[in-house]
C-alpha cells in the first residue's frame, strides 16, 4: 500500500502552520508526507483534481480519485 500523501495547503503562512501539523501526525502513522503550496484557487483545483488532501478548519478531506 503506498503510504505517501501530499498535502495542498493555500500559500499563506498560517495555513502552512496547519499543513505542517497535521502532516505530524499522519508522519506518526507512517504515512510520508510532501507539501504543495498555492493560490487559494490553484489550491481548490488540486483538491478537485485528486492531487492532494487538503487541510481545512472543519477538518480534512481526502482527494476524490479522478475519473
Known sequence: MDKSIRIGHIA?????ASALEVAKILQSYGHEVSFKSASH????DMLKKGKSIYWLRHGCRP?????
Request: charged content about 20%; aromatic content about 14%; hydrophobic content about 45%.
Open 12 to 16: 499563506l503562512s498560517f495555513h502552512e
Open 63 to 67: 482527494a476524490t480519485k479522478s475519473t
Open 41 to 44: 484557487e490553484a489550491a481548490f
